[in-house]
């Protein structure tokens, strides 16, 4: 019998890695294997900051793990809830509060600006 061993990453000292492209946004990077297109993170934005548009191909699901927000409609999300953004492009999200998310993506996901220009292209986090 094999038994098999656990995947363990302490992040309480570890800290977000500023993303110059997304002002107010931090990561602490999960999942770095660069053999597999999925991939994880914890992400931290700012009260008041908004996470710009994404076009994902492939699924994005995200836990909210602390703080509220909205989505560019006016629904509101909050600690404990999850969101699934799949295959498309998904508007903005601001946060209300310090927000810290875990998202896991299954594929690449590239932040827009207002024109729908490219301001960052995430495949996997092996290049932080």
């Not at 660069?34 to 700012?46: C, F, L, Y």
């Not at 509060?97 to 024109?115: A, K, M, W």
Request: hydrophobic letters at 40%; a negative charge; one cysteine or more.
């Amino acid at each position: 019998m094999t038994v098999a061993t656990n995947f363990m990453v302490p992040t309480e000292n570890r800290p977000y890695l500023p993303v110059r492209e997304l002002a107010g946004i931090g990561l602490k990077p999960m999942n770095m294997k660069a053999d597999t297109p999925i991939w994880s993170a914890v992400m931290r934005i700012e009260s008041g900051a908004c996470l710009p548009k994404r076009d994902h191909v492939g699924l994005c699901e995200v836990f909210v793990v602390r703080g509220h927000g909205k989505f560019a409609d006016g629904s509101l999300f909050q600690r404990g809830d999850y969101v699934r953004e799949e295959n498309g492009i998904f508007d903005k999200i601001v946060a209300n509060s310090e927000l810290v998310v875990f998202f896991t993506h299954h594929g690449t996901c590239r932040f827009l600006d207002d024109q729908q220009d490219e301001l960052l292209s995430m495949h996997n986090l092996t290049e932080m």
